[in-house]
T-cell receptor
């Protein structure tokens, strides 16, 4: 089954404790992306990746890091989480560089930073 | 990246056709128009995409006038399960992937029994 998986689905942590949210897709997609969703602000793109070792900033990259060492994986790293990073996070991937807009989304990770 | 404007919310009765219009006055030549649907606490789901005129699939139709400054997503005979947020996106399909994707705040459709 074609899918984008994220782990963990729910996470409660404390300020400053480094964490990683994993994202994996089994569709051999080139384009992958991370979004955060907050009430009243909609979905905002954090980072995206066009291929292995190629990443770029989205609209809200501050406080986040990403890496793309393998085509299927695109982890989101919060080196020192803060309460304003409490949010619902989505990972997504799309078929190719010619169409970054036809994206498959993961189920989401709900993060709470205390 | 072209900015989009959509109504914040809409209500419709079951069985009616719903049309959601998105304005994108600054759309560029290489930009395509894409629509997504999102249910609460789920990731968005791709619905339909087009460049000009009309596109139809099993879920919806997308109408794009000649000047492409707006587009209309049409949902035929909506049911309660169509209650969701609908997003219009506009972006360059020829960017080679070097393209931010901006969703905006979308249109919240409430279907009433």
């Amino acid at each position: 089954e074609a899918q984008v998986t994220q782990n963990p689905r729910y996470l409660i942590t404390v300020t400053g404790k480094k964490l990683t949210v994993t994202c994996s897709q089994n569709m051999n997609h080139e384009y992958m992306s991370w979004y955060r969703q907050d009430p009243g602000l909609g979905l905002r793109q954090i980072y995206y990746s066009m291929n292995v070792e190629v990443t770029d900033k989205g609209d809200v990259p501050e406080g986040y890091k990403v890496s793309r060492k393998e085509k299927r994986n695109f982890p989101l790293i919060l080196e020192s989480p803060s309460p304003n990073q409490t949010s619902l996070y989505f990972c997504a991937s799309s078929y190719g560089l010619a169409d970054p807009f036809s994206q498959f989304f993961g189920p989401g990770t709900r993060l709470t930073v205390l | 990246l072209a900015k989009t404007t959509q109504p914040i919310s809409m209500d419709s009765y079951e069985g009616q056709e719903v049309n959601i219009t998105c304005s994108h006055n600054n759309i560029a030549t290489n930009d395509y128009i894409t629509w997504y649907q999102q249910f609460p606490s789920q990731g968005p789901r791709f619905i339909i995409q087009g460049y000009k005129t009309k596109v139809t699939n099993e879920v919806a139709s997308l109408f794009i006038p000649a000047d492409r400054k707006s587009s209309t997503l049409s949902l035929p005979r909506v049911s309660l399960s169509d209650t969701a947020v609908y997003y219009c996106l506009v972006g360059d399909m020829n960017s080679g992937g070097y393209q931010k994707v901006t969703f905006g705040t979308g249109t919240k459709l409430q279907v009433i029994p």
